[in-house]
């Protein structure tokens, strides 16, 4: 079974990442690593999100009101940055909750990103 860190490894990953690093100004070692370290937090919160019937429920509808993700996914190339970077915040700020600014903060410190 393929690991979500697989992704990384990806054509589709190395365009994400290499948009990600000029985005940010980071190097594309920096971004790879934040991505490493934040996907099990990302697991970690969908578990908890999910553990209830009423967060199964808000999920699935935030999935179902998103039926563009796969569409999205596959045309990282020809999407703006600023438009990944609306629609991860969007994303972060509904399965991090109040939380997303201090894992946010770890992350980037941790790893000595601006």
């Known amino acids: 079974m393929a690991?979500?860190?697989d992704f990384l490894g990806t054509h589709k990953g190395a365009e994400f990442?290499?948009?990600?690093a000029d985005k940010t100004s980071e190097s594309r070692e920096?971004?790879?690593?934040a991505l490493g370290m934040s996907f099990p937090i990302l697991l970690g919160a969908i578990k908890k999100i999910i553990s209830s019937t009423e967060g199964k429920g808000l999920l699935n509808?935030?999935?179902e009101n998103n039926k563009d993700a796969e569409t999205f996914l596959n045309n990282?190339?020809?999407?703006n940055p600023s438009e990944l970077t609306q629609q991860?915040?969007?994303?972060?700020?509904?399965i991090l909750g109040s939380n997303k600014e201090a894992i946010v903060t770890t992350i980037g410190s941790t790893l000595q990103m601006k």
């Open 61 to 63: 509808t935030k999935l």
């Open 30 to 33: 920096k971004v790879t690593a």
């Open 17 to 20: 990442i290499s948009k990600a």
């Open 88 to 94: 991860g915040s969007k994303t972060l700020d509904y």
């Open 3 to 5: 690991s979500i860190l």
């Open 76 to 79: 990282t190339s020809g999407i």
